[in-house]
C-alpha cells in the first residue's frame, strides 16, 4: 500500500511539458472616450480576463496607447511586454506590443523598427499616412529549449505603396537575422487576403494560419462594433513560417453589449 502511494505522490507531481504554442493577434482598439458603449474603460477588464482564461503565450496587439500598456501590464503580471510608441520611439503614440508568458519563455532578444525606407527612428513611410512600427522578439522555451521568432505589426490604413514596401523590409529584417528556427509574422494587415501584400508574405515562405484543418468562429476579423453583422473582411492574420497550425479560432463573443475590439482577437495554436 505504501508503495502505491509513493507511486501515486510520483504520478501526480510529474510536470507537464511539450504544451502546444497558443498565439494571438488582437487590435484592441485604441483609447477613445467618443466611442460610447464600445470605449476601453467598458472592456478594459474583459480584455485582460480573455487572455488569462485563453492562456496565450505570447500575444501581439495593435493600436495600444501608453495609458493601455500601463493597465495591461498592471493586470497581466504573469506577461512580459515589450514595445514602444510610434510616434518618438518611447511612449508617444500606438503601440504594436508583444507580450508572453515569463514562465514559459526567455527573452533572448528584442526589437522595433519603421515600417519605411529609414527604418531606425521616428518617421513615415512612402504613402503612409502615419508613422507605422513593427515591434520583434527572439524567445527561448523554457520547456524544450526551442527558439521563437515573433514579429507584430499594424500596416497603414491608406498608403496602398506603404503596405506593399512595408512586406519588403519585414522580410529584409527576418533574412538579415539569420533565424532558422520557428518564424512567425502577425498583426493587423488592413488587406484581405488576396492583395498584393499578403500575398508577398505567402511568397516569402510563410503559411496563412488561416488554412489550419479546425476552424472556429467567423471568417471576417474586423466587426466596427456592429453587432449581428455577417463578419466577411479578414484583415488580422498570423504566418507561419517552420512551424504549423494545429487550430485557428476567432473570438467573436458579445458582452454587455459589445465585443472585446472593434477587431476579433485570433487565436492559433501551434503543432
Not at 35 to 52: C, L, M, P, T, Y
Not at 125 to 143: F, H, I, Q, S, Y
Not at 147 to 175: C, P, Y
Not at 209 to 235: C, H, M
Request: proline share 5%.
Amino acid at each position: 500500500m505504501r508503495q502505491f502511494l509513493i507511486f501515486l505522490f510520483f504520478v501526480g507531481t510529474v510536470p507537464v511539458v511539450g504544451q502546444p504554442t497558443k498565439l494571438c493577434t488582437f487590435n484592441i482598439r485604441f483609447e477613445n472616450p467618443k466611442d460610447g458603449i464600445h470605449q476601453w474603460e467598458n472592456r478594459k477588464e474583459s480584455a485582460v480576463n480573455f487572455i488569462k482564461i485563453e492562456q496565450i503565450d505570447v500575444i501581439g496587439m495593435q493600436e495600444v496607447l501608453h495609458s493601455q500598456i500601463q493597465y495591461l501590464e498592471e493586470n497581466l503580471p504573469d506577461y512580459q511586454r515589450v514595445g514602444v510608441g510610434r510616434d518618438d520611439g518611447k511612449t508617444q503614440g500606438e503601440y504594436s506590443p508583444i507580450f508572453f508568458r515569463k514562465n514559459k519563455y526567455q527573452l533572448l532578444d528584442s526589437g522595433t523598427f519603421w515600417l519605411s525606407t529609414d527604418r531606425t527612428q521616428p518617421n513615415k513611410g512612402w504613402d503612409a499616412a502615419l508613422p507605422r512600427v513593427c515591434t520583434w522578439v527572439k524567445l527561448l522555451n523554457k520547456e524544450d529549449q526551442d527558439t521563437l521568432l515573433l514579429l507584430n505589426t499594424h500596416f497603414d490604413h491608406v498608403g496602398v505603396q506603404a503596405r506593399i514596401k512595408s512586406v519588403d523590409v519585414m522580410v529584409e529584417v527576418i533574412n538579415e537575422m539569420n533565424h532558422h528556427g520557428k518564424t512567425v509574422l502577425m498583426g493587423d494587415f488592413n488587406l484581405e487576403p488576396e492583395k498584393e501584400p499578403v500575398q508577398k508574405v505567402i511568397a516569402a515562405g510563410f503559411t496563412d494560419s488561416y488554412d489550419a484543418p479546425i476552424k472556429l468562429g467567423p471568417k471576417g476579423t474586423y466587426n466596427a462594433f456592429q453587432v449581428g453583422k455577417k463578419y466577411e473582411r479578414r484583415i488580422d492574420y498570423i504566418f507561419l513560417k517552420g512551424t504549423s497550425p494545429k487550430t485557428y479560432k476567432v473570438n467573436s463573443m458579445l458582452i454587455n453589449e459589445t465585443f472585446l475590439s472593434d477587431h476579433f482577437p485570433v487565436i492559433v495554436e501551434l503543432n
